[in-house]
C-alpha cells in the first residue's frame, strides 16, 4: 500500500495551499506535513468556521487528488458510510435469470457490479490520490467510530459476502469536529490532533485580502479588530473567519472604505446572527438602532 507522499516540506504546504486560497498558521502547516508523512489521519477540531473543512478541500486541490466526502449527521450508519447492496439491482437480476435458477443468480449478486460503494468504501478503492474527508463526525453516532476504526486502522474493508477490500493506496483523511460531544480515546489514539482556533490578527487580515482582493489594509485591519472585540464578548454565535470575510465583501458593496457607526450599524446582521446578540453589540458600540 502507497502513503499520500505529497508535500516535500512544511514550506511546501504553505506555498501549495496558498496558491489555492487558504492561509495555513504554523501549527496547521507542521500538522499537515506530519499527516502526510506518517500517514496518519488527522483530527481537526475547533469552532466553526474557522476553515476545517476548507483545509481537506485546500489539500485536495493543492495535490489534483480527488476528495472523497462523507458528511456525518445523527443517524448516518454503516449503510450510509461505508456500503449496500443494491437490492432493486439484484432483484432484477433474479428474476430476469429465474430460467436458471437460484443458484445461478446467487453466484451472481453478491458481486462488485451490485455493490453501493459508500465514501468509506469508495476512498479506500481506486488507484488515484485521495483526500479522505469525514466531515463533522461529533454528529455521528458513536457506533460510527467503531466503523471509521476499522477502516482507518487496516484501510480495508471485509464484505462477508465478497471478502476483504484492501486500499492499495492510503487516503490521506481529514476528521472535523466541532467538538460538541466527546470522541473516544480509540479514535483520538489513532489521529494526529490539531485545534484550529480563530486566527491570531495578521492572519485573519491577510485571509481577508486573499479572498477579498478589493478591501485596502487600513480597511482589513479594522474589520479584524471589531470583529475581534465581537468574539472577545462572548456572544451567543461568535463571529467566524466566514463571517470576517462576507463583511469585508459587504462593505465593497456597500462602497464603504471606512468602518464608521453608520457602516457598522447597516451591515451588522452580516457578522451577529441572533437579535440578543445584535443588541448587545449596539450598547456596547453606542449604535443606535438602524432606521432610527
Ligand atoms: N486559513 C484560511 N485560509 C483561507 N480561508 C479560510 C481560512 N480559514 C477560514 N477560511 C474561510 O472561512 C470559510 C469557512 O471555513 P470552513 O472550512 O467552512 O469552516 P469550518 O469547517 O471550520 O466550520 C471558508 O470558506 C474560507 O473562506
Ligand atoms: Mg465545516
Known amino acids: 500500500m502507497t502513503e499520500s507522499g505529497f508535500f516535500a516540506s512544511v514550506d511546501d504546504v504553505v506555498d501549495r495551499l496558498a496558491a489555492r486560497g487558504y492561509l495555513a498558521s504554523a501549527a496547521v502547516a507542521t500538522t499537515v506535513f506530519l499527516a502526510d508523512r506518517l500517514g496518519r489521519p488527522l483530527l481537526v477540531e475547533g469552532p466553526a468556521g474557522v476553515g476545517k473543512t476548507e483545509l481537506a478541500r485546500a489539500v485536495s ?73 469525514v466531515d463533522e463526525v461529533d454528529k455521528a453516532d458513536v457506533e460510527v467510530e467503531g466503523l471509521l476504526l476499522e477502516v482507518l486502522g487496516d484501510f480495508q474493508v471485509t464484505v462477508p459476502e465478497l471478502g476483504t477490500i484492501v486500499a492499495k493506496r492510503k487516503p490521506f483523511t481529514v476528521l472535523t469536529s466541532n467538538a460538541t460531544r466527546d470522541l473516544s480515546d480509540a479514535l483520538r489514539r489513532r489521529c494526529l490532533f490539531l485545534h484550529i482556533d480563530f486566527p491570531d490578527a495578521e492572519l485573519e487580515q491577510r485571509i481577508v485580502r486573499t479572498k477579498v482582493p478589493g478591501v485596502d489594509e487600513a480597511l482589513a485591519a479594522s474589520l479584524v479588530r471589531v470583529v475581534g472585540a465581537l468574539r472577545a464578548m462572548e456572544l451567543r454565535k461568535a463571529p467566524s473567519v466566514a463571517e470576517t ?23 451588522l446582521g452580516v457578522i451577529v446572527k441572533h437579535q440578543d446578540d445584535a443588541t448587545r453589540v449596539r450598547d456596547r458600540l453606542n449604535l443606535s438602532e438602524a432606521g432610527r
Do not use: M
Request: aromatic share 8%.
Open 61 to 133: 486541490a493543492a495535490t489534483g487528488s480527488r476528495l472523497v466526502r462523507l458528511q456525518c449527521y445523527e443517524g448516518v450508519d454503516e449503510a450510509r458510510a461505508l456500503y449496500e447492496w443494491n437490492h432493486a439491482k439484484q432483484l432484477l437480476r433474479i428474476t430476469a435469470g429465474r430460467d436458471e435458477g437460484w443458484e445461478a443468480a446467487r453466484a451472481d449478486i453478491f458481486t462488485e457490479e451490485f455493490l453501493l460503494a459508500r465514501p468509506l468504501l469508495t476512498a479506500i478503492t481506486g488507484d488515484e490520490p485521495t483526500v479522505l474527508l
Open 245 to 267: 470575510v462576507d463583511w469585508a465583501r459587504t462593505l465593497l458593496a456597500l462602497g464603504a472604505d471606512t468602518l464608521d457607526d453608520d457602516v457598522v450599524r447597516q451591515s
